[in-house]
Each structure stands twice: as structure tokens, then as C-alpha cells.
């Protein structure tokens, strides 16, 4: 996996809320042991065997894992493009990919509890975090597949659909649509006090234009 030098210290930004909740915060790779905790989770919480959740891209992805003592309470996973293809690819516009692959990166495999702390504070700090680490190393372009029953979602996290079609998932087999966040403070987003922090944003309406 690649590492960059990182702009800011992403990590500061979580720490006192990280502390008020009694959590900790973790990136792994899929050679450690704590990965295998975070498929079992992620396997559980979508009702899916282990097999169909495991992907070929978790060897040089970055795994996420919150945990409130030895407790798995939510993962999420993120591939950047620069180390190297991304989960449905192949299912990806071309010009998005020709003109900002080292700008790209994927999230995929979020998974939260469904009791204890709010599924919204977890899945939040997951994806705000992730988002935040990606963009102090040089990510400026988020882009997840999902399922249309939960395009209604992503777009109150700050996501917009890149078109209109959908396609059908090569690891699920069944429909998803893609769905963009770009690294733009002057949107209205979960990310956008994070992405007030760099100098060099990208806008909806440039993606828009590809």
C-alpha cells in the first residue's frame, strides 16, 4: 500500500471524539490478525458467507476497524487507485479513471453494529475518518457502488450519482449505482469541514464535465 506524505495530521481530528466514546480506532491490512475479526463482522452484519465478502483488492486496501475494547463495532474498507484496480472497476467510467486514478479511491464492506452506540455515530466516524486520511495523502475523488435503495442515503452524506444507470455488481450479482464525493468545501457534505482543509479541491462540476 502506498504512503504519502500525509498534509495534516488526520488522525488529531478524531481523538477527543474517539476518547468521549470509549473507542479506538484502527487501519489494518488483510495480513493481520485483526482482519479476520473485521470479515466476521462485516459476513454477520450482511448475512453473507465469508467467501462473498472477502474481496481480491483487501491486499492492498486498508481496512478500518472500530472497536470499543476487544469488540469489533464497525469496518469499513478503502482501495486507493494508485495501488492498484479497484473493486468493479470495469463497471467505472473510463474518463474518471484516466483523468484522476491517482486522485481516486473506493469504499466498500461498511459495517456497523446494530446495537450499543447509534449505527449514524459509528458509520460516521468510519467514513469521516477514512475520507479524511485519503484526503491528507492526496485522495480527492470518493466513489462507492450501492444499492438503489440506498442512493436516499448517500446523498444526505454529500454523495451524488455519477449518471443514471446502474450496473450489475460482479462480486454481488445484483444492482448498484455509483455514487461520487468529490474533496469540495463549498458543498454541502459530512466531509466538508475535513475538506477545508486542502488547497486543491475538485468541484461537482468538474466531474461532471468528463
Known sequence: MT???????????????????NLK??????????????????AKSYNLPINLVVTPED??????VVNQGN???????V????????????????????????KLCTAYRLAVEPKGYPKYLIASLLMRYCFAHGLACGMRIAIVAVKP????????????????DTF??????????FVVCPADPDRDSLFRNICSLIDDP??????NTL
Request: with cysteine.
Open 149 to 164: 435503495e440506498l442512493l436516499r442515503y448517500y446523498r444526505t452524506v454529500g454523495y451524488f450519482p455519477l449518471g443514471s
Open 71 to 77: 469488540r469489533v463495532c464497525g469496518t469499513i474498507t
Open 168 to 177: 450489475q455488481h460482479p462480486r454481488l450479482n445484483s444492482s448498484h449505482t
Open 25 to 42: 480506532m484502527q487501519i489494518v491490512s488483510s495480513s493481520d490478525e485483526l482482519f479476520i475479526n473485521a470479515i466476521e463482522f462485516a
Open 79 to 102: 482501495t486507493w487507485a494508485i495501488d492498484g484496480q479497484l473493486e468493479a472497476e470495469g463497471c467505472m467510467p473510463e474518463p474518471l479513471l484516466r483523468q484522476y486514478r491517482d
Open 3 to 21: 504512503e504519502s506524505v500525509q498534509s495534516f495530521d488526520f488522525h488529531s481530528l478524531f481523538q477527543e471524539e474517539l476518547q468521549q466514546n
Open 202 to 207: 475538485i468541484s461537482k462540476a468538474e466531474i
Open 59 to 64: 491486499d492492498y486496501s486498508r481496512i478500518y
